[in-house]
């Protein structure tokens, strides 16, 4: 990423095992950005627009969103349609992070606005190494300045 050290990533996931897996194998892939975890929507929405707990947070850096869908409080269809509906968040980039494959809800999401959908595989070997490789992407990538 385009100032790898400036890029916060905040991944929203309700399964703490599943979060703890991602920072992992992020980490494999030599990412060392500071990752922030949201365990539902709303926290999410918070984080992005520092409201709540977060309003003290610091706006000065860029951030990369890594979204599963299925959330407590809002779901992810729900956060994902704020931020790109808002002049102010829609260039953050959002890689949605799921199990589900359904080609429709594939479809919606690409409708709404994320940049990149990527399915969590089911098995622990092919989960991890799917989330090195996203890390590895992700090392490369360039964002938009918000």
Known sequence: ?????????????DDSGHARLIEKNLRRANLSNDLIVASDGALALDFVFRQGVYADRDR?????????????????????????SDDTTKKIPIVILTTTDDPREVARCYELGCNV??????????????IRQLGLFLAVATIPET
């Open 1 to 13: 990423m385009a100032n790898l050290q400036l890029v916060t990533i905040l991944l929203v996931e």
């Open 60 to 84: 000065t850096e860029a951030l990369l969103i890594l979204l599963d869908l299925n959330l407590p409080v809002l779901d992810g269809y729900q956060v994902l349609e704020r931020l790109k």
């Open 117 to 130: 959908y990527v399915t969590k595989p089911v098995e622990y070997t092919e989960f991890s190494e799917a």
